[in-house]
């Protein structure tokens, strides 16, 4: 049980988004979640079905103007934080191919708990950028902060990390995470459909504490 706080509350600290394959971005706005009117068949999922197989890419990203605040699990100057420095260690919390489910000993990730709750219907799978075969992170552009607006939220600071991972890999294959068409907003079987051009899953972890004394961002809205 411990694990899977754990994981469930590491990922509560990611924030998503989706990429427009190809030289522009889309990133996913928060937002309430959708108003179910009585025809819509929930199964059919509101981002994507959970059907078939989904791979999401998992991109971390660091704020270059934290003054080295401290935080549990991402020490300072690491690229990346610890669980995630090892495949080994990820592989504790989703795997990366289809081998891995008879591979890998560990039972308790997310990819195993999608699997046995969907009654195998659903396989999630995921990698993690990287550059070089290394685990890397986005460092986000300060300056690039300091032109938000005082209404932005997380979705901006998404579109930033996005912009700079394009740049920074303007030949990053995104086919592999673009398997089907995006949000079928629970009105169509989208694991039944092809891919549409745009990933289907993205996961943004921050090295970030919203208790840190010093907020590197102090005129957005980072709740």
């Keep these: 049980m411990k694990k899977y706080i754990l994981i469930w509350s590491m990922l509560c600290m990611a924030y998503m988004a989706y ?3 190809g030289d522009d971005i889309i990133p996913e706005e928060e937002s309430s979640p959708p108003v179910m009117a009585d025809d819509l068949y929930i199964p059919y999922g509101g981002v994507f079905t959970p059907k078939g197989t989904i791979r999401t890419l998992v991109i ?8 080295e605040q401290t935080l ?3 020490p300072v100057g690491d690229e990346v934080p610890i669980y995630a420095q090892t495949n ?3 592989k504790n919390l989703f795997f990366f191919q289809l081998s891995d489910f008879a591979n890998h000993p560990n039972k308790r990730s997310i990819s195993n708990y999608y699997k046995a709750m969907s009654n195998d219907s ?8 990287r550059k070089n075969g ?3 992170s986005i460092k986000i552009d300060s ?7 005082s209404n932005a939220g997380w979705g901006a600071i998404n579109k930033i990390v996005l912009e700079q991972m394009q740049e920074e890999f303007p030949n990053f294959n995104w086919s592999s995470y673009d398997l089907h068409e995006n949000k079928p907003n629970y009105k169509k ?4 459909t092809g891919p549409d051009g745009i990933a289907d899953y993205v996961i943004i972890i921050y090295r970030y504490n919203e208790k840190w004394e010093y907020q590197p961002v102090t005129h957005a809205n980072m709740q």
């Design 122 to 129: 659903f396989t999630f799978l995921g990698d993690i950028l």
């Design 189 to 192: 079987d989208a694991s039944l």
């Design 134 to 136: 290394n685990p890397y």
């Design 143 to 149: 300056t690039r902060l300091a032109a938000l607006p």
């Design 19 to 21: 990429p427009q394959y």
């Design 88 to 90: 080994a260690n990820l």
């Design 72 to 74: 549990d699990g991402w």
């Design 60 to 67: 971390y990203a660091q704020f270059t103007n934290d003054r």
